[in-house]
């Protein structure tokens, strides 16, 4: 089975530093990019960014650029989204989501369970 | 950046009838839009991909529709659990980005 697995909630203080992860199985996990996006309490989705495990190669929404971090680690099949200075602001739920190629286009297939976010003093 | 706008914010239907959701990019888009379903403590779902095509397991009471700016949803026949969010969500080629649009709740009326 094609799946992405979550790490689970994390609560912080403003001013930590946090890292979730993603772990792919079930496909070749260095061949499909993967993406992260927010969803904040009540709110919409809100797409943060992209990476290639093949390579690294990441790309950012303008949004997103330099607010946080994602990478990921090949040899385990697993992608990050890192803060170096959480905010209050940033508690939300966030999905990896893998982008699966439908030609012309492509999407997001295969989502994970979610990762809950609450940053509060 | 391309803006997506979906409309009605929200759609009060009862099982059985058919629903029709739009989503509307503020330039073109050729056929890159999708189509996900979110409900309440879930993750998303895919439904369609490239504006028409049904995701694998997507029941044939839902296609899609549309090219360039102008995109619809439609159910043909609600069933209970139809009734959720609905987003789509667009693709630029350069730079690279993706956008969602602001959601359709569709509720039980």
């Known amino acids: 089975e094609v799946q992405l697995v979550q790490s689970g909630a994390e609560v912080k203080k403003p001013g930590e530093s946090l890292k979730i992860s993603c772990k792919g199985s079930?496909?070749?996990?260095?061949?499909?990019?993967i993406g992260w996006v927010r969803q904040m309490p009540g709110k919409g989705l809100e797409w943060m960014g992209i990476?290639?495990?093949?390579?690294?190669?990441?790309r950012y929404s303008p949004s997103f650029q330099g607010q946080v971090t994602i990478s990921a680690d090949k040899s385990i099949s697993t992608a990050y989204l890192q803060w170096s200075s959480l905010k209050a602001s940033d508690t939300a739920m966030y999905y990896c989501?893998?982008?699966?190629?439908?030609?012309?286009?492509?999407?997001?297939?295969?989502w994970g369970q979610g990762t809950m976010v609450t940053v509060s003093s | 950046e391309i803006v997506l706008t979906q409309s009605p914010a929200t759609l009060s239907l009862s099982p059985g009838e058919r629903a029709t959701l739009s989503c509307r990019a503020s330039?073109?888009?050729?056929?890159?839009l999708a189509w996900y379903q979110q409900k309440p403590g879930q993750a998303p779902r895919l439904l369609i991909y490239?504006?028409?095509n049904r995701a694998t397991g997507i029941p044939a009471r839902f296609s899609g529709s549309g090219s360039g700016t102008d995109f619809t949803l439609t159910i043909s026949s609600l069933e209970p659990e139809d009734f959720a969010v609905y987003y789509c969500?667009?693709?630029?080629?350069?730079?690279?980005?993706?956008?969602f649009g602001q959601g359709t709740k569709l509720e039980i009326k």
């Open positions: 989501v893998r982008l699966g190629y439908y030609p012309p286009g492509d999407a997001f297939d295969i």
């Open positions: 079930g496909y070749s996990f260095t061949s499909y990019w």
């Open positions: 990476i290639y495990p093949g390579d690294s190669d990441t």
């Open positions: 330039q073109s888009v050729s056929s890159y």
């Open positions: 490239d504006a028409s």
């Open positions: 969500q667009q693709r630029s080629n350069w730079p690279p980005a993706y956008t």
